[in-house]
């Protein structure tokens, strides 16, 4: 589960259960920075391919990140993380909670595929505006589709974000170190 969210500590508890993930964080290793570059590419171009073929999917343009991807990060609490990649899916809705439902439905199956727990049910920032469903695995790793919109009397204008990010495997958690694995990887 993410830090930067906070969750009522039931909630927490059940969520924990479902996703193999604890308040103190994963219940598996993290994946070696080479596999996972692997991995959560090939999981992440499933997902947003998914995204884009929704019959449903209320028009949304989809775009990769500006940002640099993929990026490392050493957190807080030691852990590396890798963000693989992001997307945003730009477009005009009537309701974001029957959006994110919706696109949730669609990403399920490739979840499964790749031997990941359905998305969870749709959460809410404590201070409101954000809305988010998410699959967290027994490693840390978390496939996001998070929502937000900006109301006006005729339309809503949605952004949906695509993330893919968790803890990794690696003695040193830098861009020197992200590099090289690129490059193995070719």
Not at 25 to 42: K, V
Not at 150 to 165: F, G, N, R, Y
Request: charged residues 20%.
């Amino acid at each position: 589960m993410r830090a930067s969210r906070t969750v009522p500590a039931g909630l927490a508890v059940a969520l924990a259960a479902l996703t193999g993930c604890t308040p103190e964080g994963p219940t598996e290793q993290a994946p070696p920075l080479d596999e996972a570059l692997t991995t959560y590419t090939n999981l992440y171009d499933d997902v947003l391919a998914a995204l884009q073929e929704t019959p449903d999917a209320h028009d949304l343009t989809w775009a990769e990140s500006l940002a640099t991807y993929p990026s490392v990060t050493e957190q807080e609490d030691g852990l590396c993380y890798l963000f693989v990649t992001s997307a945003n899916g730009a477009g005009t809705i009537d309701d974001a909670k029957e959006l994110l439902a919706s696109l949730a439905a669609q990403v399920d199956p490739v979840l499964e595929e790749h031997g990941l727990e359905p998305m969870s049910e749709q959460q809410h920032s404590e201070h409101g505006g954000d809305i988010w469903v998410e699959s967290v695995s027994a490693n840390g790793w978390s496939v996001e589709l998070g929502g937000g919109g900006q109301s006006s009397p005729e339309h809503q204008d949605a952004v949906v974000e695509l993330s893919i990010d968790g803890p990794v495997a690696t003695d040193t958690c830098t861009d020197a170190t992200l590099e090289q694995a690129l490059a193995d990887a070719g």
